[in-house]
């Protein structure tokens, strides 16, 4: 039998190790494996052979057991171990002769359900979607979910499709200082400048006159971002920080969702 197994699993050394281990132990055998990363979390896609007296909550119990969240078990074929990038590759010479291919292509690479994909294959059907878009003159339609932005009681966390792609959060110190960090599948696509701007709305609601926004000085996409936001900042490099004291005062709150449409994603920094 082989199952094409989905989980999420807390992003520390040892985590998939065990995984593996338990998957010995019980003589399962793992063919195939896509490591999905996100923030804190990692979105493993694995295929595995099992006896065939195994079914697929025999499995899910294993893996939840080995420290899985968010299992998910189906049985699949051989097909299922046909390299990734390869399978990528194909649908991408497919649609260019055929750019109307495209949600069969999307649901034969990721699923029927883009709520459950992780960033990355967000990330990776965005740009297939781009793809199939300047082919021709038929545009097909987005497969991106929506970007999703929530207040909380440190700052705020930007989700796609159910998944942290982002977070701004405030330092509990005298002066709002805040950090922001993208997962890397999701960067340059604004929701870096979008978490800066609607955590400039939450200072100026506290009563604020300014935050400060730290970042190591190899941030590339530091001054871009802050840029990109449309706020008065002083910008300074200090030993191996950069410190932008952004002037929040008049800035008005933001809604909870952003749609990234695909016309509008160019590079705006993180």
């Not at 281990?21 to 923030?39: H, V």
């Not at 440190?154 to 330092?171: C, D, E, P, Q, Y």
């Amino acid at each position: 039998m082989f199952f094409r197994v989905r989980t999420s699993l807390t992003e520390r050394p040892g985590a998939l190790a065990l995984l593996a281990t338990r998957c010995g132990e019980a003589g399962l055998n793992i063919l195939g494996l896509q490591i999905f990363p996100d923030l804190g979390r990692v979105t493993d896609e694995l295929v595995i052979s099992t006896p065939d007296t195994w079914t697929a909550r025999a499995v899910a119990e294993l893996v939840s057991g080995a420290g899985g969240d968010e299992v998910s078990v189906e049985p699949c074929t051989t097909h299922d171990l046909i390299d990734q990038p390869t399978r990528w590759l194909t649908a991408a010479h497919d649609l260019m002769s055929d750019p109307t291919m495209l949600p069969t292509m999307l649901e034969k690479l990721l699923g029927q359900h883009p709520e459950k994909w992780s960033a990355t294959e967000h990330s990776r059907a965005a740009a297939l979607t781009s793809l199939a878009e300047s082919v021709g003159d038929r545009s097909a339609q987005p497969a991106s979910a929506p970007v999703e932005y929530e207040e909380t009681p440190t700052g705020l966390v930007a989700r796609i499709g159910g998944h942290v792609v982002g977070v701004a959060a405030f330092a509990l110190t005298e002066r709002r200082e805040l950090t922001i960090e993208v997962a890397p599948a999701w960067r340059r696509l604004g929701i870096g400048t979008q978490l800066l701007t609607r955590a400039a709305s939450q200072a100026a609601a506290a009563g604020d006159d300014e935050m400060v926004l730290l970042a190591p000085a190899t941030d590339e996409g530091f001054v871009t971002m802050v840029s990109n936001a449309g706020l008065r900042a002083r910008i300074r490099l200090s030993g191996d920080l950069l410190r932008a004291t952004i002037v929040v005062t008049g800035v008005r709150r933001s809604g909870a969702t952003t749609p990234v449409p695909r016309e509008e994603r160019t590079p705006l920094g993180r």
